[in-house]
């Protein structure tokens, strides 16, 4: 590098070319002797590291000898933002330090985001790794999805109006294929899911969260990223990695539909923007039951996607204590959006679903690696079709008296047929309602 430039709080070294295929536009509007793209490095910089060391509350960087942080100016290559090394001491030994090489003008039709945004957002996150490496010096193929997790996120917490990590097509990576392992992914595609924990569990804005540092914290105790975010769900705010990850992919599942926040699917305004969950494999649920084997592992989910008839109640049977889940029963639209109920798995006890009903989504996981058979059933009776045999008639009122007086048992399906009236008692009150079915008829 020809020269370097220090930020306006003396912290940075921004180090750049005067000349040749590296060097940044040499525009000095206001004819300081530093390119203006320098001047705006260092003030990004500065701007950075104060809102993640004295705001956020995290580690200071670790820093090498001369006590300054170096930034290097280059072309990148078309796409590739920016990357965080280590300093290596002469033993060839990680110290700690790091160094970053970010592009010299993130030109057009090489980058979705560009010129000084585009700068703005790479040292957000690849400063955000240089404090990383102060709780965990070497990332490993299974926790590497932490660090570009908590980057990609800090993007946005920084610099919010500037959606790079939404709009240019990071998402894809996960949301085309949400059962992956958590530690399968690539942790850019999962940044939505750190606004989820500030939001939805801590409850805070981005600048007044913790729970992102109280990972960071964890981390560098065990090493182990899927741990350390059970650990501190389980401690600090009562709850598990799989419960939050379920609802966090049940909540994504219609990201673009909305264009505001009144609903009960958006924790975070970036997912009106944002593509949704992608599921491809769509199975025809027909009256008959499901009987589905499953294999489901603490750090992943399942999603199984069902087109059913209209009207129907539907039930799970057999099913393993420890699975935690969502249904989400999608209807047709109304004024443009789909009409949405969703259910938790424990309490789908032969639910009855009034509308037509487009489409049926199981999401399914649990704190623990399971194998079990469980069924699901749909049936397309109506309420006072106690024989169940698609008519509604004195036969059913019969049912329901010879019920009452403890003449016959019913089946638990046929029980809740015989709940016209919704309050979990058969009585004289479901026989008017069946009649009045009859009288209407």
């Not at 589905?292 to 059913?308: C, G, K, R, Y």
């Amino acid at each position: 590098m020809d020269t370097y430039s220090v930020s306006p709080s003396g912290n940075f070294y921004i180090h750049y070319n005067l000349e040749g295929p590296d060097s940044p536009s040499q525009l000095d509007e206001d004819s300081n002797g530093i390119p203006d793209y320098v001047d705006e490095v260092g003030i990004a910089s500065d701007f950075v590291e104060n809102i993640l060391v004295n705001t956020l509350n995290f580690l200071p960087i670790i820093h090498d000898d001369d006590q300054k942080y170096d930034i290097y100016i280059k072309d990148m290559g078309q796409g590739y933002y920016g990357v965080n090394y280590l300093d290596i001491d002469s033993l060839g030994n990680n110290t700690g330090s790091t160094y970053i090489f970010i592009d010299n003008e993130y030109e057009e039709n090489e980058y979705y985001t560009t010129g000084i945004e585009a700068m703005k957002i790479t040292v957000a996150h690849e400063y955000f790794h240089a404090i990383q490496r102060s709780y965990r010096t070497q990332f490993n193929s299974e926790t590497l999805y932490l660090y570009e997790m908590s980057s990609t996120w800090i993007e946005d917490v920084i610099y919010p109006d500037i959606d790079d990590y939404i709009d240019s097509g990071w998402l894809f990576s996960f949301y085309n294929n949400p059962e992956q392992n958590i530690s399968e992914t690539d942790g850019y595609s999962i940044a939505l899911y750190a606004h989820y924990l500030t939001s939805v569990i801590e409850g805070e804005n981005n600048l007044e969260s913790s729970i992102i540092k109280e990972i960071w914290q964890q981390f560098s105790i065990d090493n182990d990223a899927h741990s350390s975010i059970n650990t501190i769900l389980m401690n600090n705010y009562s709850t598990t990695f799989m419960n939050t990850w379920l609802d966090f992919c049940t909540r994504n599942l219609y990201n673009g539909y909305y264009d505001n926040m009144d609903n009960s699917f958006y924790y975070y305004n970036d997912q009106i923007n944002a593509i949704p969950i992608i599921i491809n494999n769509i199975n025809d649920l027909t009256t008959s039951i499901e009987f589905i084997n499953q294999s489901l592992e603490d750090d992943s989910i399942v999603i199984h996607a069902f087109e059913p008839s209209s009207d129907f109640f539907i039930n799970i049977d057999n099913l393993n204590g420890n699975v935690l889940g969502n249904i989400v029963l999608e209807a047709e639209e109304i004024f443009g959006y789909p009409l949405i109920h969703t259910i938790p798995i424990e309490d789908l006890n032969y639910h009855y679903i009034e509308n037509e009903i487009g489409k049926i989504y199981l999401f399914m996981g649990s704190d623990y690696d399971l194998s079990l058979n469980f069924e699901l059933s749909v049936h397309p009776y109506e309420f006072g079709d106690i024989n169940q045999n698609n008519f509604i008639n004195v036969v059913d009122i019969i049912y329901i008296v010879n019920y009452i007086f403890s003449s016959i048992d019913l089946s638990e399906f046929q029980i809740v047929l015989a709940d016209l009236n919704l309050d979990d008692i058969i009585s004289v009150l479901d026989i008017t309602g069946i009649i009045n079915i009859i009288m209407e008829n």
